[in-house]
């Protein structure tokens, strides 16, 4: 059997790891933290939106969906948001919970704002380049136990622990039209890619860097 299991429960989609205790995954934008999050975000509390310039009708292809929340929290915040995700499993609880947060009064016109696909992101920008946000948050490396991600996020890198995470999707983004170039990393990075950030924004635990384009 594998160790990995994607079951429905209660009508709703959740992936089980048998090697784990921890509770299965399953998405929602409508759990009570993350609509007081959404409801209070702006500017000025959320960096993601600051890196990125967040305003009505920005269009931002956010390249690493992942659990959808950060780009879930662009669309509330009235951005365009196209959301890519490799996997196909994480591309389906995505799916799920973004057609069970149509149903929310408080969620639905965010929904309206969203595109998924699930493609790789690297393939997608080399037919759609032009943007005025690009943002990439790839999985970091994995840390000692001490300093595990929690939660879901935990799960995630666990199920994806195989992914390969070379960098050839930042040089692909580099070649699109951008009016900003958004890379996630964790705060004590030390530089080495293409090219240096033209600014970042960071706090006590991650910083996003920000690359200026046309
Ligand atoms: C760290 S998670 C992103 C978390 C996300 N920012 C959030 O708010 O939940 C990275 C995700 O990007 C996906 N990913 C990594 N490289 C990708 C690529 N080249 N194309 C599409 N998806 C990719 C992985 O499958 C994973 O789900």
Same mark, same amino acid.
């Given at each position: 059997m594998?160790?990995?299991r994607?079951?429905?429960?209660d009508?709703?989609?959740c992936?089980?790891? &048998? ?5 299965? *995954?399953?998405?929602s934008?409508?759990?009570? #933290?993350?609509?007081?999050?959404? /409801?209070? !975000?702006?500017?000025n ?6 890196a ?10 956010d ?20 959301l890519?995700?490799? &996997? ?5 609880l *995505? ?5 069970s947060? #149509?149903f929310?009064p408080d969620? /639905?016109? !965010? ?16 037919q759609?380049?032009?943007w ?8 970091f ?18 199920f994806l ?26 705060l ?8 240096n ?6 706090n006590d ?6 690359y200026?384009?046309i």
């Amino acid at each position: 059997m594998s160790r990995y299991r994607l079951s429905l429960v209660d009508g709703k989609y959740c992936l089980r790891d &048998s090697f784990s205790s921890q509770k299965p *995954l399953s998405l929602s934008f409508s759990s009570p #933290r993350f609509l007081r999050r959404v /409801k209070a !975000a702006s500017k000025n509390s959320e960096l993601l939106a600051k890196a990125v310039g967040s305003r009505k009708g920005l269009k931002v292809v956010d390249c690493t969906a992942g659990l959808g929340r950060e780009g879930f929290l662009l669309a509330y915040l009235g951005c365009e948001v196209t959301l890519i995700e490799r &996997s196909k499993v994480i591309y389906f609880l *995505l799916l799920d919970a973004l057609n069970s947060a #149509r149903f929310d009064p408080d969620l /639905k016109e !965010a929904v309206g704002r969203i595109s998924l696909y699930r493609s790789d992101a690297e393939e997608f920008l080399s037919q759609y380049r032009s943007w005025d946000v690009v943002y990439i948050d790839p999985m970091f490396p994995e840390k000692k136990k001490t300093s595990l991600p929690k939660g879901d996020m935990q799960y995630l890198q666990r199920f994806l622990s195989k992914e390969k995470n070379d960098g050839s999707l930042l040089k692909m983004a580099f070649r699109c039209q951008f009016r900003r170039l958004v890379v996630k990393r964790p705060l004590k990075t030390v530089f080495n890619e293409i090219k240096n950030p033209d600014s970042f924004v960071q706090n006590d635990k991650i910083r996003y860097d920000i690359y200026s384009g046309i």
